[in-house]
């Protein structure tokens, strides 16, 4: 039996691995980035859905709140920018209700 011998040479390898992820997360910023950005995924005060996440376009972060909860509030408090950008995104069924 060389059973010793072979999970001697499997941690050899797995410790290379890490070692080299160590580096290149050192030397790739914004692949580390990414990974700071999964593991700290923020929701919406307000209706609680993920927020900046790339398939949902209401989801951008606006301080702690998603756009799809933020632009109807500032809408209906008259902000002429979200009253210009809100309608627009209900004719597109980007809002539901
Ligand atoms: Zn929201």
């Given at each position: 039996?060389?059973?010793?011998?072979?999970?001697?040479?499997?941690?050899?390898?797995?410790?290379?691995?890490?070692?080299?992820?160590?580096?290149?997360?050192?030397?790739?910023?914004?692949?580390?980035?990414?990974?700071?950005?999964?593991?700290?995924?923020?929701?919406?005060?307000?209706?609680?859905?993920?927020?900046?996440?790339?398939?949902?376009?209401?989801?951008?972060?606006?301080?702690?709140d998603?756009w799809?909860?933020?632009?109807?509030?500032?809408?209906?408090?008259?902000?002429?920018?979200?009253?210009?950008?809100?309608?627009?995104?209900?004719?597109?069924?980007?809002?539901?209700?």
């Open positions: 039996m060389t059973r010793s011998g072979s999970t001697a040479d499997i941690e050899v390898k797995l410790n290379t691995s890490a070692w080299g992820r160590r580096l290149s997360a050192r030397s790739g910023p914004s692949r580390n980035s990414i990974v700071v950005n999964s593991e700290k995924a923020k929701h919406c005060q307000i209706c609680g859905r993920e927020l900046d996440n790339p398939s949902d376009p209401l989801s951008t972060d606006c301080g702690g998603c799809g909860c933020v632009g109807v509030i500032e809408a209906e408090m008259g902000n002429s920018e979200s009253l210009a950008k809100v309608p627009k995104e209900f004719a597109l069924g980007l809002r539901p209700d």
